[in-house]
């Protein structure tokens, strides 16, 4: 069976990714976060599952934080400062999690 697996530019039901990361997967969160307000799914799924099993994408060039704008990397940046803010926890905890993560899941 699949060990390990991101489910990319996660878009779907917040139970649905509650599962997943219960199931030891990851699920990455596009830069549209940055823009999104509380009540959007991506911002639900920021602030509801783990910290452990989350990571932070682009999709570029779509999904940015800036609509009708091309996305790139750079904007992870106000991915991690907005997990930062919904979750009430500091950027550096954040990017230190975010890192472990994704060394963890490509094993490095």
């Known amino acids: 069976?699949?060990?390990?697996?991101?489910?990319?530019?996660?878009?779907g039901k917040l139970n649905l990714a509650k599962q997943i990361a219960e199931a030891g997967y990851y699920l990455s969160?596009?830069?549209a976060v940055a823009s999104a307000d509380?009540?959007?799914?991506?911002?639900?799924?920021?602030?509801?599952?783990?910290?452990?099993?989350l990571l932070t994408e682009?999709?570029?060039?779509?999904?940015?934080?800036?609509?009708g704008?091309?996305?790139?990397p750079v904007t992870v940046t106000q991915s991690?400062?907005?997990?930062?803010?919904?979750?009430?926890i500091d950027e550096d905890e954040v990017r230190r999690q975010l890192r472990q993560n994704?060394?963890?899941l490509f094993g490095l």
């Open 38 to 53: 509380k009540s959007s799914s991506f911002a639900k799924l920021a602030t509801t599952l783990p910290l452990n099993r």
């Open 69 to 72: 704008e091309a996305n790139t």
């Open 80 to 88: 991690v400062a907005t997990f930062a803010r919904l979750r009430g």
């Open 58 to 67: 682009t999709d570029s060039p779509y999904m940015g934080p800036v609509k």
């Open 29 to 31: 969160i596009p830069s």
């Open 102 to 104: 994704f060394r963890d």
């Open 1 to 11: 069976g699949v060990r390990k697996a991101d489910f990319h530019c996660y878009c």
